[in-house]
């Protein structure tokens, strides 16, 4: 039933129930953002990819978000951004990839730019988890992104085998 139906009562098969803020709640955990907000934010802009990967995105968010310094960082580096620049910027990744651009500059280059204020932030914190980062610094080096690297052995020395990006992702 469409949730409208449920918050304006209309819903038969839940007759007598009146809609909470907790079925609200519950219905929004159904939209799936770059970001949700629960309590506590959850990153959903990217899948983990190789096992490397499953701790390397935790690790940049954690630089990112956990350091004063790194926040502040981060909002001057994206503050002349605008919605419109940020919306083409998300069309235009999964075609062009580190190559899009934003503001003037290419994804890669405000890639490095983030990738050192997550580095920042990780060795403010003192625990050791800047190395988590090395598959990204290394992706952010080559300018080829980890499907970008997959999908170029599938079409050439892999010769169509899918099994072969499993197994690499397998944790």
Do not use: C
Request: proline share 4%; glycine share 8%; net charge neutral.
């Amino acid at each position: 039933m469409p949730f409208r139906a449920f918050l304006e009562g209309r819903a038969e098969k839940l007759a007598g129930h009146e809609a909470t803020i907790g079925d609200w709640a519950d219905h929004v955990t159904t939209v799936f953002t770059d970001v949700r907000l629960k309590r506590f934010l959850e990153m959903r802009g990217a899948d983990a990819g190789s096992p490397a990967m499953l701790m390397a995105k935790p690790a940049f968010w954690t630089g990112l978000i956990y350091d004063d310094a790194a926040q502040k960082a981060a909002a001057a580096l994206v503050r002349d951004w605008n919605v419109a620049d940020i919306q083409a910027l998300r069309l235009a990744v999964p075609r062009e990839g580190l190559s899009a651009r934003i503001g003037g500059h290419a994804l890669r280059d405000v890639a490095r730019q983030v990738m050192a204020i997550a580095q920042d932030g990780l060795r403010a914190r003192g625990k050791g988890e800047a190395r988590y980062l090395d598959p990204l610094e290394e992706i952010v080096a080559a300018g080829q992104t980890q499907a970008e690297r997959w999908l170029a052995r599938h079409a050439g020395p892999w010769r169509g085998d899918t099994a072969r990006i499993l197994a690499e992702a397998a944790i």
